[in-house]
């Protein structure tokens, strides 16, 4: 029988991350079957009754045995849990009630159905959840977090690394499976090598780890410009017949057959039919969307406040280290900026004493914030720890988000600003390309595409609105205390 039958589609409750969870790793040879749980869509434990179900506890009707379709909800809860642990707590953002669930009539048994959730944490500004059900036909799960481009406390101490890739998930199964499609990405918000050095090689190992999913170039309709796709972003085209096919092929070397001819193997999927090779899939692409989520937590560094009173230290030392880093990064840009542009330019800037050069302007606040850093270093570590030039020796030995060469896990390439403008931008992008507010469009009518694409999935200026909001109230603040 197959696990489908009769069972609402709910994800089971997923084991806590592990190294091999992050590693990808292929796990064992069967993935843990759908629950059969009679409250399935219930409010979870300690949230009021009356509460919509989250992502973790939503339920949709099940897949038919025969369907080569996948469905992602495994996928989905698994990640809304690990964010909500890692990153959490997880608070739903309200949206309009018309755009957070739209279902086709009741002859078509509500089908197309569409999703949308999002949230905000201590730690991201926003993290979106949206799943498409239309049965056998069409299943999708898009989910994209964005960090808080302000990644320091009260008392200046870094909490996460600000300018942190955007976590991307897309799992597409169309035309009744016979079309699967898996982008995983964390995605840049600058394509300086400064940036993307930071992670790019490390997830690059990680997506060959996935091999096995048909690894396959991006079509150029979508990622023609690929200012928001990493070099090491995994696009895939898993073909579950064929993962059967290899699968049966691996079982046979482990038991001795050196090889199987292949009219046997396309015997493989003779008894299982159209769904041969789809519990594979869900498998390795839960796998993969383990992998990515772990190398995103794992950049974004977040420190929780519920941290012993040594580890806090030690991150407050770190993060001295990190305003220096990240100062002198933002000013080396600005200086670079500036040289290029008066070599660009025929004549020599003319500069009066009413005008500040964007690498004046950089080197100003760059020294204010090293000077406060070196003060509170010094504080903490003694003067002649600091003025020896122990400072990143010291975070080396007391934060172990440090490198080899003691540098702070937080130290960030983009300044608060340029995060949130890039953020913004990436918005821009995605919501003029993106085929799902087509295909919205086409189910429920061109207004309510463009609503839910403004207002939910790409919101205009949204980042940026809310930094000069946060800047706001903390001028309120001074103010206040003068």
Same mark, same amino acid.
């Given at each position: 029988?197959?696990?489908?039958?009769?069972?609402?589609?709910?994800?089971?409750?997923?084991?806590?991350?592990?190294?091999?969870?992050?590693?990808?790793?292929?796990?064992?040879?069967?993935?843990?079957?759908?629950?059969?749980?009679?409250?399935?869509?219930?409010?979870?434990?300690?949230?009021?009754?009356?509460?919509?179900?989250?992502?973790?506890?939503?339920?949709?009707?099940?897949?038919?045995?025969?369907?080569?379709?996948?469905?992602?909800?495994?996928?989905?809860?698994?990640?809304?849990?690990?964010?909500?642990?890692?990153?959490?707590?997880?608070?739903?953002?309200?949206?309009?009630?018309?755009?957070?669930?739209?279902?086709?009539?009741?002859?078509?048994?509500?089908?197309?159905?569409?999703?949308?959730?999002?949230?905000?944490?201590?730690?991201?500004?926003?993290?979106?959840?949206?799943?498409?059900?239309?049965?056998?036909?069409?299943?999708?799960?898009?989910?994209?977090?964005?960090?808080?481009?302000?990644?320091?406390?009260?008392?200046?101490?870094?909490?996460?690394?600000?300018?942190?890739?955007?976590?991307?998930?897309?799992?597409?199964?169309?035309?009744k499976g016979k079309n699967i499609l898996v982008g995983l990405d964390l995605q840049p918000l600058s394509r300086e090598s400064a940036y993307l050095e930071r992670y790019a090689d490390d997830l690059k190992t990680t997506r060959d780890g996935f091999a096995d999913l048909a690894l396959a170039t991006p079509s150029a309709r979508f990622y023609e410009d690929a200012r928001f796709f990493s070099p090491a972003?995994?696009?895939?085209?898993?073909?579950?017949?064929?993962?059967a096919a290899a699968a049966a092929a691996r079982a046979a070397a482990a038991a001795g057959v050196e090889s199987v001819p292949l009219p046997q193997q396309d015997d493989v999927c003779v008894a299982e039919g159209e769904a041969c090779g789809g519990v594979l899939v869900r498998e390795r692409t839960l796998d993969a969307v383990k992998a990515y989520a772990e190398a995103f937590l794992a950049l974004l560094?977040?420190?929780?406040?519920?941290?012993?009173?040594?580890?806090?230290?030690?991150?407050?030392?770190?993060?001295?280290?990190?305003?220096?880093?990240?100062?002198?990064?933002?000013?080396?840009?600005?200086?670079?900026?500036?040289?290029?542009?008066?070599?660009?330019?025929?004549?020599?800037?003319?500069?009066?004493?009413?005008?500040?050069?964007?690498? /004046?302007?950089?080197?100003?606040?760059?020294?204010?914030?090293?000077? %406060? #850093? =070196? &003060? !509170? @270093?010094?504080? *903490?570590? $003694?003067?002649?720890?600091?003025?020896?030039?122990?400072?990143?020796?010291?975070?080396?030995?007391?934060?172990?988000?440090?490198?080899?060469?003691?540098?702070?896990?937080?130290?960030?390439?983009?300044?608060?600003?340029?995060?949130?403008?890039?953020?913004?931008?990436?918005?821009?992008?995605?919501?003029?390309?993106?085929?799902?507010?087509?295909?919205?469009?086409?189910?429920?009518?061109?207004?309510?595409? /463009?609503?839910?694409?403004?207002?939910?999935?790409?919101?205009?200026? %949204? #980042? =940026? &609105? !809310? @930094?000069?909001? *946060?800047? $706001?109230?903390?001028?309120?603040?001074?103010?206040?205390?003068?």
């Amino acid at each position: 029988m197959s696990p489908r039958r009769g069972v609402a589609r709910r994800a089971p409750e997923p084991p806590s991350a592990s190294p091999t969870d992050a590693r990808g790793s292929q796990g064992s040879a069967e993935p843990p079957p759908e629950s059969h749980d009679e409250h399935a869509g219930e409010p979870a434990a300690g949230e009021p009754a009356d509460a919509r179900p989250s992502p973790a506890t939503v339920s949709f009707e099940p897949l038919p045995d025969d369907t080569a379709c996948v469905a992602w909800t495994d996928h989905m809860r698994w990640l809304f849990q690990r964010l909500d642990e890692a990153i959490g707590p997880l608070s739903p953002v309200a949206l309009d009630p018309d755009l957070q669930t739209r279902a086709g009539p009741p002859e078509k048994h509500g089908l197309p159905r569409v999703e949308n959730w999002v949230y905000t944490s201590p730690f991201a500004r926003r993290v979106r959840f949206t799943y498409v059900d239309e049965g056998a036909e069409k299943q999708i799960f898009n989910a994209v977090v964005y960090p808080a481009p302000d990644a320091l406390d009260e008392r200046r101490c870094a909490t996460h690394l600000g300018d942190c890739p955007l976590l991307g998930i897309d799992l597409l199964c169309l035309a009744k499976g016979k079309n699967i499609l898996v982008g995983l990405d964390l995605q840049p918000l600058s394509r300086e090598s400064a940036y993307l050095e930071r992670y790019a090689d490390d997830l690059k190992t990680t997506r060959d780890g996935f091999a096995d999913l048909a690894l396959a170039t991006p079509s150029a309709r979508f990622y023609e410009d690929a200012r928001f796709f990493s070099p090491a972003m995994l696009f895939a085209r898993p073909d579950a017949p064929a993962m059967a096919a290899a699968a049966a092929a691996r079982a046979a070397a482990a038991a001795g057959v050196e090889s199987v001819p292949l009219p046997q193997q396309d015997d493989v999927c003779v008894a299982e039919g159209e769904a041969c090779g789809g519990v594979l899939v869900r498998e390795r692409t839960l796998d993969a969307v383990k992998a990515y989520a772990e190398a995103f937590l794992a950049l974004l560094a977040p420190r929780r406040r519920d941290v012993s009173a040594a580890e806090n230290r030690a991150a407050d030392v770190a993060s001295n280290v990190m305003v220096l880093e990240e100062s002198q990064n933002i000013y080396d840009r600005a200086k670079r900026a500036e040289t290029a542009d008066a070599e660009s330019s025929p004549e020599p800037a003319q500069h009066d004493t009413a005008s500040t050069s964007l690498g /004046e302007m950089a080197e100003t606040a760059a020294r204010a914030d090293a000077s %406060l #850093a =070196v &003060a !509170e @270093a010094s504080e *903490r570590l $003694g003067a002649a720890t600091v003025g020896a030039g122990a400072l990143f020796g010291a975070a080396e030995g007391m934060h172990s988000g440090g490198d080899a060469f003691g540098k702070s896990a937080h130290a960030r390439v983009l300044s608060e600003e340029e995060t949130a403008s890039a953020q913004d931008a990436h918005d821009d992008w995605q919501r003029e390309r993106d085929p799902a507010i087509l295909l919205f469009a086409g189910w429920f009518g061109k207004q309510w595409a /463009e609503r839910v694409a403004r207002d939910v999935l790409f919101p205009r200026g %949204l #980042a =940026v &609105a !809310e @930094a000069e909001a *946060r800047r $706001g109230e903390a001028f309120g603040v001074q103010k206040g205390e003068i």
